[in-house]
């Protein structure tokens, strides 16, 4: 495997995934390209062993930015032609992967920028700075979802769209800007695994969207839209990590761990669906 020499980046940076995309009762299967993507835009963009490029904190913004593309695309194609959002995202993930693959070239790329680096690496007060990122993030999200029309209007999409719509609601126009924000995430989270890593890496986001979804379901959101937040996200990551820590320090194969983690997510969308079943037959 030529991106073998790219350090294993640990624990993922505690960024906390948005739930938004599937209060719309949608699914984003685009993480693994677009953290993929973005962590080469990013090391590429700022200072590193393969070009003269020293963008900065510009670097940051620039790669987000191409997060949020990819978000639009993901929107648009599920909004405006109606491919189903795991199909349209899935596809926007290969896109994704090629594209960082033609990045990567024949070498690693290496990021030289130390004190980009330290944006991950650094602490505050004795906290890590991946710890005050993800509280930042998840207070921003919780004040979108309590105070803006964008958090009431997701719950209205995702409980009927046909309701949404005979309101006066623009879903089309929500549903994109909701993958754009989701895009813009996975972005934000590829830029901090590159400068924890210190390399850009084509691998490194393969896998994430499964541990995304199941943060959120079982942190209570229901898959079918219109029922979750993100404060119980946090709780459902919480979980998971507690949940994979005490696999590794049980001495659990590490082939079985991804086994064990399936099996929570399909027992959490039972409970799920059970309980929704069972709140529509009240309502009946």
Same mark, same amino acid.
């Given at each position: 495997? $030529?991106? @073998?020499?790219?350090?294993?980046?640990?624990? &993922?940076? #505690?960024?906390?995934?948005?739930?938004?995309?599937?209060?719309?009762? #949608?699914?984003?299967?685009?993480?693994?390209?677009?953290?993929?993507?973005?962590? %080469?835009?990013?090391?590429?963009?700022?200072?590193?062993? $393969?070009?003269?490029?020293?963008?900065?904190?510009?670097?940051?913004?620039? &790669?987000? /930015?191409?997060?949020?593309?990819?978000?639009?695309?993901?929107?648009?194609?599920?909004? %405006?032609?109606?491919i189903p959002s795991f199909m349209a995202t899935l596809g926007v993930s290969a896109v994704g992967l090629g594209v960082a693959t033609l990045l990567y070239q024949t070498s690693t790329p290496r990021l030289f920028d130390e004190g980009l680096r330290q944006i991950a690496m650094g602490r505050l007060f004795g906290v890590s700075n991946l710890v005050a990122i993800a509280v930042v993030i998840v207070l921003a999200f919780w004040w979108v979802q309590r105070s803006t029309r964008i958090g009431r209007y997701l719950y209205v999409i995702g409980s009927s769209e046909e309701v949404a719509l005979t309101s006066g609601v623009r879903v089309k126009v929500f549903k994109i800007i909701t993958f754009m924000i989701s895009g813009g995430v996975f972005a934000f989270a590829g830029v901090l695994i590159a400068m924890q890593i210190g390399v850009g890496?084509? #691998?490194?986001?393969?896998?994430?969207?499964? @541990?995304?979804?199941?943060?959120?379901?079982?942190?209570?959101t229901v898959l079918q839209g219109g029922s979750g937040s993100v404060l119980r996200t946090v709780i459902g990551a919480l979980i998971m990590s507690v949940l994979a820590n005490g696999l590794i320090l049980a001495g659990v194969s590490q082939y079985i761990q991804p086994g064990v983690q399936g099996l929570v997510?399909?027992?959490?969308? /039972?409970? /799920?669906?059970?309980?929704? $079943?069972n709140r529509m037959r009240v309502v009946k």
């Amino acid at each position: 495997d $030529r991106h @073998a020499d790219a350090p294993h980046p640990g624990p &993922t940076p #505690s960024i906390v995934k948005s739930p938004f995309v599937i209060l719309l009762g #949608s699914i984003d299967l685009s993480p693994p390209g677009t953290i993929a993507v973005s962590s %080469m835009t990013f090391v590429l963009l700022a200072q590193n062993n $393969r070009n003269d490029n020293d963008l900065g904190v510009w670097a940051i913004v620039a &790669t987000v /930015a191409v997060g949020v593309l990819f978000g639009v695309f993901s929107g648009v194609l599920n909004a %405006m032609f109606k491919i189903p959002s795991f199909m349209a995202t899935l596809g926007v993930s290969a896109v994704g992967l090629g594209v960082a693959t033609l990045l990567y070239q024949t070498s690693t790329p290496r990021l030289f920028d130390e004190g980009l680096r330290q944006i991950a690496m650094g602490r505050l007060f004795g906290v890590s700075n991946l710890v005050a990122i993800a509280v930042v993030i998840v207070l921003a999200f919780w004040w979108v979802q309590r105070s803006t029309r964008i958090g009431r209007y997701l719950y209205v999409i995702g409980s009927s769209e046909e309701v949404a719509l005979t309101s006066g609601v623009r879903v089309k126009v929500f549903k994109i800007i909701t993958f754009m924000i989701s895009g813009g995430v996975f972005a934000f989270a590829g830029v901090l695994i590159a400068m924890q890593i210190g390399v850009g890496s084509v #691998s490194v986001g393969i896998g994430q969207e499964f @541990a995304a979804i199941t943060a959120v379901v079982v942190g209570g959101t229901v898959l079918q839209g219109g029922s979750g937040s993100v404060l119980r996200t946090v709780i459902g990551a919480l979980i998971m990590s507690v949940l994979a820590n005490g696999l590794i320090l049980a001495g659990v194969s590490q082939y079985i761990q991804p086994g064990v983690q399936g099996l929570v997510i399909v027992v959490a969308v /039972a409970l /799920a669906s059970w309980k929704q $079943r069972n709140r529509m037959r009240v309502v009946k």
